[in-house]
């Protein structure tokens, strides 16, 4: 009888939006306006880099606002990469997300040992400190930025200079994120990282060691924010210190506040929404950013768990 019943208003608006996202190529080209598939690519490919930073944020309490270092870093080096002439998606991908991991790995066993404002600030000082790597390295650039002119190549007649072929990639791995998360949030590991969200001490007295749980969790949320890097490279065949700057971060967490904190897929709506506004907003002014800080506090007053929030109580994983 209960797979007869009706799905709940979370999984309808979830199938929507992916189903949105899945045909979106075919309703630009029936209203002839491509730059519609654009815009969905980008939210998608921000979408995957607020659910990496849900994982540790909201199922694990933990505020970084250095996040967006790891999307610049699997950016920078795709296009480093490509800068040497070394194009194929063998090399460069995993080759992100290993840089990725072990950045993520020492970042986070230096910060993980603070709490609170302590933890914010240095892992934004720890961002900042790549940045301005990035912005001195005049080999790849500076603060111009780095031109990627070859986007990777997947070879097996997978040509990303396909838009259709590079768009169902970011699909894809979206629905690859969102899979992945939902089952590791639901796994003994998640459960532990949301127990130490509640009570650490707890945990520790069950005998969990907790830094070693909160430290996966930040290596694999950095692995995955990497791979976010190395979509947007592509489909923007360029990356810039922009990437790496604090401010990335904070858009992030703007889009996991927006769309609910710790629930699955509150994030993708978070950047749904934040990327609907901005298009919108941007017609009418340039300095449309500071619309965005009123609306937040909006949100955190009346709607404190986001648009996730509106579609009523969710089940353990989200």
Same mark, same amino acid.
């Given at each position: 009888?209960?797979?007869?019943?009706?799905?709940?208003?979370?999984?309808?608006? +979830?199938?929507?939006?992916?189903?949105?996202?899945?045909?979106?190529?075919?309703?630009?080209?029936?209203?002839?306006?491509?730059?519609?598939?654009?815009?969905?690519?980008?939210?998608?490919?921000?979408?995957?880099?607020?659910?990496?930073?849900?994982?540790?944020?909201?199922?694990?309490?933990?505020? /970084?606002?250095? *996040?967006?270092?790891?999307?610049? &870093?699997?950016?920078?080096?795709?296009?480093?990469?490509?800068?040497?002439?070394?194009?194929? +998606?063998?090399?460069?991908?995993?080759?992100?997300?290993?840089?990725?991991?072990?950045?993520?790995?020492?970042?986070?066993?230096?910060?993980?040992?603070?709490?609170?404002?302590?933890?914010?600030?240095?892992?934004?000082?720890?961002?900042?400190?790549?940045?301005?790597?990035?912005?001195?390295?005049?080999?790849?650039?500076?603060?111009?930025?780095?031109?990627?002119?070859?986007?990777?190549?997947?070879?097996?007649?997978?040509?990303?200079? @396909?838009?259709? *072929?590079?768009?169902?990639?970011?699909?894809?791995? &979206?629905?690859?994120? &969102?899979?992945?998360?939902?089952?590791?949030?639901? /796994?003994?590991?998640?459960?532990?990282?949301?127990?130490?969200?509640?009570?650490?001490?707890?945990?520790?007295?069950?005998?969990?060691?907790?830094?070693?749980?909160?430290?996966?969790?930040?290596?694999?949320?950095?692995?995955?924010?990497?791979?976010?890097?190395?979509?947007?490279?592509?489909?923007?065949?360029?990356?810039?210190?922009?990437?790496?700057?604090?401010?990335? /971060?904070?858009?992030?967490?703007?889009?996991?506040?927006?769309?609910?904190?710790?629930?699955?897929?509150?994030?993708?709506?978070?950047?749904?929404?934040?990327?609907?506004?901005? @298009?919108?907003?941007?017609?009418?002014? @340039? *300095?449309?950013?500071?619309?965005?800080?009123?609306?937040?506090?909006?949100?955190?007053?009346?709607?404190?768990?986001?648009?996730?929030? &509106?579609?009523?109580?969710?089940?353990?994983?989200?």
């Amino acid at each position: 009888m209960s797979a007869l019943l009706p799905a709940s208003p979370r999984a309808w608006f +979830a199938a929507v939006v992916l189903a949105l996202c899945a045909a979106m190529p075919v309703i630009a080209g029936a209203i002839d306006e491509p730059y519609y598939m654009d815009i969905f690519a980008r939210m998608m490919i921000w979408a995957i880099a607020a659910v990496s930073l849900n994982l540790i944020l909201g199922y694990g309490g933990m505020i /970084s606002f250095g *996040h967006a270092l790891y999307l610049g &870093l699997g950016g920078y080096t795709v296009g480093i990469c490509s800068y040497y002439g070394i194009d194929s +998606a063998l090399v460069q991908w995993p080759l992100a997300l290993v840089i990725a991991a072990l950045v993520a790995l020492a970042f986070g066993a230096i910060s993980l040992r603070t709490r609170g404002v302590y933890f914010i600030m240095i892992t934004m000082a720890l961002a900042q400190m790549v940045y301005f790597l990035a912005v001195s390295a005049e080999e790849y650039g500076s603060d111009d930025g780095l031109v990627i002119y070859t986007r990777s190549e997947l070879g097996g007649g997978f040509d990303l200079n @396909e838009p259709l *072929h590079l768009y169902y990639t970011i699909f894809g791995c &979206l629905l690859l994120a &969102l899979y992945f998360t939902r089952r590791l949030v639901a /796994s003994r590991f998640g459960m532990v990282v949301r127990g130490v969200q509640s009570n650490e001490t707890r945990m520790e007295t069950l005998g969990f060691a907790t830094l070693r749980y909160r430290l996966a969790a930040f290596v694999i949320a950095g692995v995955m924010c990497a791979a976010a890097g190395v979509l947007s490279a592509n489909v923007e065949k360029f990356v810039s210190p922009d990437a790496l700057h604090w401010t990335r /971060s904070g858009e992030l967490i703007f889009m996991v506040v927006l769309g609910g904190m710790g629930s699955l897929f509150g994030p993708v709506a978070g950047a749904l929404a934040f990327w609907l506004l901005a @298009e919108v907003l941007s017609r009418f002014t @340039e *300095h449309w950013h500071l619309v965005f800080g009123p609306f937040l506090l909006l949100v955190i007053l009346f709607a404190r768990s986001g648009i996730d929030g &509106l579609f009523g109580a969710r089940d353990d994983a989200g």
